[in-house]
């Protein structure tokens, strides 16, 4: 069976939970996923080259650079590539395909790996995608994993629920992190990540610093954790907090371990704070202009602040949204708290 879920962060983790289910009760099916490459570690760590903890999920990954392709559609480059991708797809003779990504794209990629089935939601996210599927499932979950689960039963014939899904153990990341962590020895500690897609979806920094300055003063660690493009946001976090926290800009490697051992995570909408749903840390989630409903955290220990006047708005501003503002660091703080005792 071949998975096609190409990106991003979060949305590859909306799927694992349908893939890790359909993994745990069929131990001897042959799963391949195809990915874009900056998200492979989300589904083997380095190096790996067969199931077990460093790819506990699926048997093989084809490399897929769309987004390359986009830019170059035309190159002697992008044109090789996409035969190699064809010939490996078409070579891996998969009989069954479940398209979780409901794009034209992902359904053509489909249809070059030529398999007996290429099965699809009924309302995928791109309308045309649905004339590429062989058969399509109509969704009544709210919430995109479950939305997957539906998807991944119809193509297996089974009635799987959604699990906690199985995240490679990296043995180089996990050295890396423990000279991160040095400082802290052993104290717990907290994730906070500040970024996110757009800024309509980032609560402040200053508060976030709030927030950091707070829980070292009840005995925590705090790391910021910093995305590509983001450190100097995360500078501005550790500023407002006094530096007093440890700012890092981990590979995806590094961030699988450090969430991992986190003891709490807070972030709005954002891929770390799906990773932290995933791994069934304790997250406060910080919602504006999304749904949480649809795309929030999923299972274990959490709590979404959300302002009740917020609407649910994709537009890219770069302020943050009305509603998001609205929320306060003795609001998180408050809810953290809550989550924490519970963990106790």
């Given amino acids: 069976m071949l998975i096609l879920r190409l990106g991003a962060m979060g949305d590859i983790l909306h799927a694992l939970p349908a893939v890790t289910a359909l993994r745990a009760a069929h131990p001897d099916w042959f799963l391949g996923w195809a990915v874009e490459p900056q998200w492979r570690g989300l589904l083997a760590a380095e190096n790996a080259a067969e199931r077990g903890p460093a790819m506990p999920v699926v048997d093989r990954l084809h490399i897929v650079p769309a987004k390359q392709w986009g830019h170059r559609p035309l190159s002697a480059t992008t044109l090789k590539d996409i035969r190699r991708v064809r010939q490996e797809l078409r070579g891996a003779r998969y009989d069954v395909c479940i398209d979780l990504q409901g794009a034209v794209r992902s359904a053509v990629l489909g249809k070059w790996a030529h398999p007996r089935r290429l099965i699809g939601e009924e309302q995928p996210r791109e309308w045309a995608a649905r004339y590429l599927f062989d058969e399509t499932v109509r969704t009544k979950g709210i919430h995109v994993i479950e939305q997957a689960i539906e998807v991944a039963n119809a193509a297996a014939g089974d009635e799987l629920s959604a699990m906690l899904p199985w995240l490679p153990v990296n043995e180089a990341a996990e050295r890396r992190c423990d000279g991160f962590l040095a400082s802290l020895k052993g104290k717990p500690f907290a994730i906070l990540n500040p970024g996110a897609g757009w800024g309509a979806k980032r609560w402040p920094a200053e508060r976030y610093g709030e927030v950091a300055r707070a829980l070292v003063g009840k005995g925590y660690g705090v790391v910021i954790n910093a995305g590509p493009g983001e450190g100097m946001l995360a500078k501005e976090v550790n500023v407002a907090s006094g530096n007093i926290a440890i700012a890092l800009t981990p590979t995806l490697d590094e961030l699988i371990t450090l969430t991992?051992?986190?003891?709490?995570?807070?972030?709005?909408?954002?891929?770390?704070?799906?990773?932290?749903?995933?791994?069934?840390?304790?997250?406060?989630?910080?919602?504006?202009?999304?749904?949480?409903?649809?795309?929030?955290?999923?299972?274990?220990?959490?709590?979404?602040?959300?302002?009740?006047?917020?609407?649910?708005?994709?537009?890219?501003?770069?302020?943050?949204?009305?509603?998001?503002?609205?929320?306060?660091?003795?609001?998180?703080?408050?809810?953290?708290?809550?989550?924490?005792?519970?963990?106790?």
């Fill in 260 to 344: 991992r051992r986190a003891s709490l995570v807070v972030a709005g909408d954002t891929g770390p704070l799906h990773l932290a749903s995933a791994l069934g840390k304790p997250v406060v989630g910080i919602f504006g202009p999304t749904d949480p409903a649809r795309n929030g955290p999923f299972g274990g220990n959490f709590r979404v602040l959300r302002h009740p006047e917020s609407r649910r708005d994709h537009s890219r501003r770069v302020e943050p949204e009305a509603g998001l503002l609205s929320i306060s660091p003795e609001d998180v703080l408050h809810t953290a708290d809550e989550l924490l005792k519970e963990a106790r």
